[in-house]
């Protein structure tokens, strides 16, 4: 079970990210026809970080502990101390971003403002969601050169 909700939550989020990619993409020549796509993605965006956030805090209450100490003992306790903060904290404004995205991309197909808006709000998103992956994979390497260290004797 660990290690498929290691799994899904970083795919959830990344499709998350692709949802917010095609908003972005869609925002800049949005139409009356597209206005509709537009407002699917967005919230389909929002649903699956919303997902990846229950995912994620629910691995990271349940199972996170030994590689928290397995972190904090091996030659990268940054992996922890600095990556996993940031996401805990950095990932709290993704959210509210991909929440506000639905939000912001209600009219865009009529609204220069609201289609600005739209276009920062996906593409702050798309960064953001990109860091939260790059972090994640600091923090597993974090746990595997723990394990290595310790497997070594040392």
């Known amino acids: 079970m660990e290690n498929l909700l290691l799994l899904i939550h970083p795919a959830t989020g990344i499709l998350a990210m692709l949802a917010a990619v095609w908003v972005f993409v869609d925002a800049f020549n949005a ?15 929002a649903g699956l970080m919303w997902l ?15 590689d928290k100490a397995i972190i904090k003992a091996g030659p990268w306790p940054f992996g922890h101390n600095f990556f996993m903060e940031v996401k805990e904290h950095v990932f709290l404004a993704l959210i509210l971003l991909a929440t506000y995205l639905p939000i912001a991309a209600r009219d865009i197909a009529h609204n220069k ?36 260290k310790s497997a070594a004797g040392g």
Request: charged share 10%.
């Open 31 to 45: 139409a009356e026809g597209s206005q509709g796509r537009i407002k699917t993605l967005s919230l389909f965006c």
């Open 52 to 66: 990846t956030y229950l995912i994620a805090g629910y691995w990271y209450v349940v199972f996170y502990g030994p």
């Open 113 to 148: 403002a609201a289609r600005r808006l739209t276009l920062w709000v996906a593409g702050l998103i798309v960064p953001t969601s990109l860091a939260m992956e790059g972090a994640g994979a600091i923090i597993s390497l974090a746990v595997r050169v723990g394990l290595l």
